[in-house]
């Protein structure tokens, strides 16, 4: 036995073919900020799926600790059962958890369980109610595509795919695959513009290598980081620069630097001029094709 105080924090995050879920690692920090205040001494066991630098069960010494704590989950199963086995000389406590059968080895191998739901027990709420909130990162829609094949061999759209999500994947943000495809019987895509115009309108930025992707961001207001997948430019680039819009990377200048210069521009400069070409666009300023439409069908008649 250590002779000072010192705990392990344990839950499903921990093992290696567990998982971290969101109500878990908020569970666990509220853990963390009640040790904390308390001035308990602790150290947090994760998946290396998860987290492969952190510290891990394999390379835990149990001898070091007096307590193991079991974060959120419900109590069943061996691998909860070989932390009791592991840490026998610990106290073992489990704290928001769920107990489906209070007499299982998973469940009464510990000393104290404080259960969120319990048989015959009032429900408490969840540990992740009262997490300590921090500060909310940005919403970004991602609109990518692997189609276009009527480029041919300027198609750089699985290089900039892989690039831009291989680059989304290291930014703290909240990310939302989104398509412009629309299907009235698949729930997971919008029937009507309008439903997708809905989310675009509630983003921080859209990323994106479409065309549409690009005009239907800032038809919302939503600043839109724009990458043309085709070499020498086509469609994208082409709608950037009748939009007005410079947050524009080519495929062939993709890079780390230039996605983080426009990144921040776009949550910084760029909301306010998102929404200078809403205006734009609901005030009818700028001609299109179908302005000159009635006086060519008018020609095509006549001849």
């Given amino acids: 036995m250590p002779r000072r105080r010192r705990v392990v924090l344990t839950g499903w995050f921990s093992f290696r073919d567990g998982e971290a879920t969101a109500g878990d690692v908020l569970a666990l920090r509220r ?9 308990i001494p602790y150290d947090v066991v994760w998946s290396p799926g998860f987290r492969p630098g952190a510290l891990h069960l394999a390379g835990v010494r149990p001898e070091e600790y007096s307590h193991l704590v079991f974060v959120c989950g419900p109590l069943y199963g061996p691998q909860v059962e070989e932390l009791h086995r592991r840490f026998a000389h610990c106290v073992r406590i489990a704290v928001g958890t769920s107990v489906v059968d209070s007499g299982a080895p998973a469940a009464a191998g510990f000393h104290r369980v404080l259960a969120r739901d319990a048989p015959e027990a009032e429900p408490v ?26 480029y041919g061999a300027l198609r750089r759209h699985g290089q900039v795919a892989d690039e831009v999500t291989r680059w989304l994947a290291g930014r703290d943000c909240a990310r939302l695959e989104l398509e412009t495809r629309l299907d009235a019987h698949d729930w997971r895509l919008g029937a009507t513009p309008a439903q997708l ?27 839109a980081l724009a990458v043309d997948p085709v070499e020498g430019g086509a469609k994208v680039t082409g709608q950037a620069r009748a939009c007005g819009w410079p947050a524009l990377v080519s495929a062939e200048h993709l890079d780390a630097d230039r996605l983080d210069h426009w990144w921040d521009w776009c949550l910084s400069s760029g909301p306010e001029a998102a929404r200078r070409i809403r205006a734009e666009f609901l005030a009818g300023a700028e001609p299109d094709g179908a302005d000159a439409l009635p006086q060519a069908l008018e020609r095509l008649a006549a001849g």
């Avoid at 853990?31 to 001035?39: Q, S, T, W």
């Avoid at 709420?125 to 009527?150: C, F, I, K, N, Y």
């Fill in 197 to 223: 115009e809905a989310v675009l309108g509630r983003l921080d930025l859209v990323v994106t290598d479409r065309l549409h992707g690009l005009v239907l961001a800032l038809r919302a207001g939503t600043p």
């Fill in 125 to 150: 709420r969840d540990l992740s109610a009262r997490a300590p909130a921090a500060p909310a990162p940005p919403v970004v829609g991602v609109v990518l595509t692997h189609g276009q094949h009527e």
């Fill in 31 to 39: 853990v963390e900020d009640v040790l904390e205040r308390a001035e």
